[in-house]
């Protein structure tokens, strides 16, 4: 089992209050229409459908979901949606990725960079900082619920179905697991927990360090101010950060 950076973490915590900010909607209709591009059916996009159920997650309107989705396929006009990386150099050694999906990329990389001048980041330069990490399919197990019901459902069994998922790599969490494969397996691996009766809290791509970095906790405050900041951003559709 590996390691898990504690800003994955802090996301999660942020979850709930994430969907009182006004800019949830913003983010999450930019990925539909992006994963749109690829095909507006959720049942042939996986791509799609894990945006849907964000939204869904989310309490996201019925009707916003479909707009977004005519706007991905290039049905409703207007400017167009862009995907962007940002590589990052945070405060004490920390490496960050941040991507963007804007519909004006001028505004996006301004915001980036005003952020980073408040808190003590910089750009890095392309290849600097991604190498850094590996792109994953991460799946999040919540097992409290099933363990109530069915008091054979222990850990020890849970883990056994994430070995025979076809999952990579998993970890231990409070309350459940986080289970890694490879991209293209994420609907499979998603798929197969689902089979075996597991509560899937969320599956997502995500950029997943492959070593991280411990710092104490003054240093580690002043990282997760940036990465916050940069989450808070309307552009920004995610933050990663290999800090430990």
Known sequence: MSGHSKWS????QKGVADQRRSNLFTKI???ISVAARSGGDPSMNFQLRLAIDKAKAANMPKDRIERAIKRGMGELGGAQIE????????PSGTAILVEAITDN?????????????KFGGKLAGSGAVSYLF??????RIKNQELRIKNNENT??????EIINSGAEDYQTIDNGFLVYCAPNE???VKNN??????KIESAELIFKPKTTVELSDEESAKVIKLLEALDGLDDVSSVSSNLG
């Open 193 to 198: 927990l689902q089979s075996a009766n597991l």
């Open 186 to 188: 994420l609907s499979n």
């Open 83 to 90: 995907e962007s990386l940002y590589e990052i150099y945070g």
């Open 29 to 31: 209709a930019n990925m």
């Open 155 to 160: 850990d020890e069994k849970i883990e056994e």
């Open 9 to 12: 973490s802090i996301k999660h």
């Open 134 to 139: 590996e792109r994953k399919g991460e799946i």
């Open 105 to 117: 990329k001028n505004r996006a990389s301004a915001e980036i960079k005003a952020t980073l001048n």
